[in-house]
Structures are given as structure tokens and as C-alpha cells.
């Protein structure tokens, strides 16, 4: 038994010798760019948002676990949930409106502020402030507000996660052009009299009034032209239809690519591939229902319940980390996790941007899913035949969706461990850089 763990313990540990000697320096060197380290300032500083956001779209979601015809199939323990939501819907409504349905407004105040704050440092002319609030006035250059109602309301993929790429994209224009004027003095020189604030404010007069010109005219000033339409158009047209196992796959590992750069991936997989699930799933509840074979494997829902499952072991590990952020994100994220919320993890953590995360993330992933689609081909895995909704904890919602098959929660289980698995050595390597950090926190204060 001592051998057993001793072996273990040896092939742990090299494993996670060779991520953080041969594959950690490389991608932490990536992590330096100055592009993607405001990028992961973002993501962090949006954490509370998110956690938020996600909580308030958890209780929304609630009663559906136990809705007539899907889910646990207990309208009374959903009718006496909706009982108590309801009368908080439009306040819990208004959380997740200025939260989920915000990030690309904030991402791209946020990305101005911390790119705004990195040219500070080799150039004190160079105001974070103004960074972050010319990238925001620059944002809304490409919105069309003679489009909007007199309450001021627009589509949420304007201001929300879709445009998340795109708000970032002009962002960094707008603090480029910004800090590049100021290093080549386009500025308004004040005496040295004039108060710093004022000074400041008549310094940064031109290049802001120049951002702003150019993000009007790229925005609304070119007929047909409209370049939020255009990224979320180009990020759609990177996925392929198609019900079988080599499309859905790319679908997937496109999911995980997007999900991995701060972009909600399943929603723009979805975008297009939505149409192809929801005649999938109902072929197969028609054919289920009639007793005939059932004719798509790769469902959204065989994904949903067998490969992407939750990040919950992700929090577990957090959970159990020596690392004090790590713990608190652990025990904070760890319920919402169960019923699928899985931004407090991927933003706190960080999953997104952080280059060490890449590997098990989009890679592993990716494996995960070819396993369960060999398991699926070979005849091990039951087809998808009921649909339940997306905050349902996967192995539940498998048993419930294969028709009440026990094989299907041991499937689930087994993709739980071995998501587990896969990031447990690069999440040991980040470990072992936060405790680090820490140590020389603690040297300096004592």
C-alpha cells in the first residue's frame, strides 16, 4: 500500500515538474504581455460582479429543478419556490441587468484604467483615469443610440458578454492612440502655475478629442459599417454545424478557446449551432417517446451532462489549497458550482488569460470530450432522451435525461474526476507561485 502512494506521489510530482519547469516559463512569459496582464486585472476586478450576477441568475433558475415535465418533476416544491422568487424577480432582475448583462461596458472601462495604468508607469503623463474613461466614451461611439427607445434600452448583446471581445478591441485603440499623442507631446502645455487637476485635464484635451473623433467615425460614421456586429459575426462563423462527432467537437473546443480569451463561449457557439440542438434533442424525445432507436448521440445536453459538467472540481481544489485567495474563492464559489455558475472560478481564479490554465482548460477539455465520444461510439454512454434545465448538476441531469439510467450518472462522475485530474498539476504549479507571493507579502510586512 505505502509503494502504491509512494508511485503516486512520484508520478505527481513529475508531472508537475515538467509543467513548471518546461511548460510554466514559456506561457507565464505570454502572461507578461502587456495586452493580456490588464486583461486578467480585468477579469479579476469583474469577480464580485460575476459572483453576483450568478447568484441572482441561480435563484431566478431555481424553481426549473423541480418544474412539471423536466427536472425532479415537483410542481409543488416549484410552485412554493416561485412563491417566495417571484415577488423578487424585478430586483434580482435588475442585479443580473447590471452585472452579466454589462461586462463589455465594464471590461472596457476596466482594460482602459489597467492599460491606462501600465503606460502610467513609464509615462506619469499618461492618466489611468483617463484611459478608462476614454476607452468607455470610445465604446459607445459604435453603439447606434438613434436606435434606442426613449427608456434608453438596447439589446443586451450590445453592452454584454458577446461584445466582451469587441469592447476590449476598442479599448485598446482608444488607450493607444491616447498614450501614443501624449509621448509625442500633441498636447496643450499649461504654466506651471496651473493646478495639477486642471494641468492633467488640458493635457489629456487633444488626444482624448482625437479617440473620440476616430471611434465616431469607425463607428457610425461609415454606412453599413458596424464593427460590434462585425466581431460577433466573425466569432459565430468560426463554429460548423452539424450533428455529428467531428463538428460538435470543433463546436466544443471553440466553446473552450472562447471561454478561455474572457468570451462567453457557449453563447456564441449557440448562436448558431442552436437551431441544429433543438431539433436534435426533440428528434430524440419524439423517438424515445415512440420507442424507436434514438438518432443523435451528440446533443448538447450529452456535452452538457458528460464533458463540460462543472467546474466544481476546480473549487474543490481550491477549497483544499494552502493559498488563502484560493480557499476564500474555494468556499465562495464551491455551492454555485454544483448548479453550474461557473464565473466566479473562471474569473477568480483566473481560468481566463492565465496561460498556465490553457493546457488543461482548452486541451484537457478537449480530451475529456473525444473519451466520452469514444465511450459514446462504442455503446457505453446512453443517448440524451429529456431535456432538464442548465443549472441542473450534471450527473442529475444525466440520470434524468438518458431516462433514469444509473449508467449515465457513473459516466458524469467519472468525467468529475477526471476533470480533477487533469488541472490538479497545473493548479499545484500556481499553488506553489501564489504561496510564494505570499511568503515575500509577509517577509515585507514583518
Sequence with gaps: MGKTKEQRRNWLQVLTDFVEQKMAPPLLRIAQIRYLEAMQNVFITMMPYMLLGAAATLILNLSGLFAEGSGLNMPAVASAID?????????????????????ALLAAILNGYFLGDYYHKRDENVSPIVGGIAAMASFFCFIDFSTLTENFDWPSYILGSPS???GIIISIMAVEIYRFLIGKKIVIKMPEAVPPMIGAAF???????????????????IAGFDFLALINSAMAKLVVGGSGPVAQGVGFFLDRLLWFVGIHGS?????????????????????????????????????NYYVRVSVFPIALLCCCSKVKRFKVLGKVGLPGTIFNIAEPIMYGLPIVLNPLMFVPWVLGFTALWIFNAVLAVIGLT?????????????????????????????ISLLSYILVFLIFLPFFRVMEKQELAEEAKIENLQS
Excluded: H
Excluded at 434545465?389 to 444509473?406: C, E, H, N, S, Y
Design 382 to 410: 446512453p443517448p440524451i432522451v429529456a431535456m432538464t434545465v442548465w443549472t441542473m448538476p450534471a450527473p442529475l441531469g444525466a440520470f434524468i435525461g438518458t431516462g433514469f439510467k444509473f449508467s449515465a450518472i457513473l
Design 203 to 221: 493635457t489629456s484635451m487633444i488626444p482624448v478629442s482625437v479617440v473620440i473623433v476616430i471611434s465616431a467615425i469607425l463607428g457610425q460614421g
Design 164 to 166: 466582451l471581445f469587441g
Design 83 to 103: 412563491a417566495v422568487v417571484t415577488p423578487c424577480r424585478p430586483w434580482l432582475l435588475q442585479i443580473v441587468f447590471v452585472s452579466l448583462n454589462i461586462l
Design 267 to 303: 453563447n456564441v457557439v449557440s448562436s448558431i449551432m442552436g437551431p441544429i440542438w433543438t431539433n436534435m434533442i426533440t428528434d430524440n424525445i419524439n423517438a424515445f417517446a415512440a420507442g424507436q432507436a434514438i438518432p443523435y448521440m451528440f446533443t448538447e445536453q450529452w456535452t
